[in-house]
């Protein structure tokens, strides 16, 4: 039985076998059909396409070649514990995510693209993971018709960290992404982060600054913290250089994640870090990285579509932790 169909760059979302299947299109339009039902412990995933050059035996589900496939079909059936599903831990929901990408041969006038696939599942009381996944790394805010997530990763951002102690000088891995729904393809940025060792902020709380003047990565100047190369325009991952502060004490991370339209950057929205030997780069395009010369100052709008994105559920407030930072020498 197939549960869901998504057409055109459309999201759709059903109960299936207790289980709530959201499926992404790509930012392109996918002139094709995708079924898909999410099984107590499979997925089954059926890619019709309509584009007669289409070769589907290029479509990959994960690390998965197709089942079986013809001409205009793709048939996938494969077990949660294959492809490389990724498991998210968002409170009492566990998250298997995949992608569907089609692979287009050099000689193709067909587009490559990749259309993410999500089975959310209510987390068993007694579920344990053998990877140790903890509750407090990966939060999920709803807003409007956007969903925001930003969590704690692994050391290739395959997955939730599997550990929320970090020595100091380590790399911290985080990852936050929105889905789009209705939206048309939007850029995620992050505006401000701030660490501090309190779950909310107050005027007292002790914080210290990571990220700040709409994007700017002020950590990135003296040690080796970076944003990552975008996977998805919807996606930032952000290697983080552990820092002295609280050190033994829970930490908080504080962010403001901004969705906005990939071609209005401008030096309030944009993401930046230093290079060394380079100065300041602009993560989007290096062309256009003067947009980060204010970093050193006060960036400021030229435009009044900052304050309008606001009133619109443009951004959303987001804390990951709590984690602890610890000194290997003491």
Request: aromatic share 10%; proline share 5%.
């Amino acid at each position: 039985m197939h549960c869901v169909s998504s057409k055109h760059a459309v999201m759709m979302v059903s109960f299936c076998q207790g289980a709530l299947l959201l499926s992404l299109a790509a930012a392109m339009a996918v002139y094709a059909d995708m079924k898909v039902d999410c099984g107590p412990d499979f997925v089954m995933l059926m890619w019709t396409e309509s584009r007669p050059q289409a070769d589907t035996s290029l479509l990959r589900l994960g690390s998965c070649f197709p089942t079986s496939f013809s001409a205009g079909e793709a048939y996938f059936y494969v077990d949660l514990t294959d492809c490389n599903f990724r498991i998210l831990v968002t409170g009492d929901v566990l998250l298997y995510s995949n992608d569907l990408t089609y692979v287009a041969s050099e000689d193709s006038y067909n587009l490559a693209f990749t259309h993410p696939v999500v089975c959310a599942y209510e987390r068993p009381k007694d579920w344990y993971s053998s990877q140790q996944i903890y509750d407090p790394v990966f939060k999920t805010y709803g807003l409007g018709d956007l969903q925001f997530t930003i969590g704690l990763m692994n050391d290739d951002f395959s997955g939730p960290a599997e550990s929320t102690s970090f020595p100091l000088g380590s790399i911290i891995p985080i990852m936050a992404s929105v889905v789009q729904k209705t939206h048309q393809p939007l850029l995620l940025l992050l505006e401000e982060c701030v660490a501090a060792t309190t779950p909310e902020l107050h005027p007292e709380s002790t914080m210290y600054p990571i990220i700040s003047n709409k994007g700017c990565l002020l950590e990135s100047v003296s040690s080796q913290s970076k944003f990552e190369p975008r996977q998805k325009s919807s996606e930032m991952r952000l290697s983080l250089q552990t820092f002295k502060f609280a050190m033994g004490e829970e930490v908080f991370i504080h962010c403001k994640l901004l969705a906005w339209d990939p071609n209005g950057l401008d030096n309030t929205k944009k993401a930046c870090h230093f290079v060394k030997g380079h100065g300041w780069e602009l993560l989007d395009n290096l062309a256009q990285s003067n947009l980060c010369d204010c970093c050193e100052s006060k960036c400021k709008s030229r435009r009044q579509r900052s304050v309008a994105s606001e009133k619109h559920g443009m951004v959303q407030k987001a804390v990951i932790g709590p984690f602890t930072i610890t000194d290997v020498n003491s």
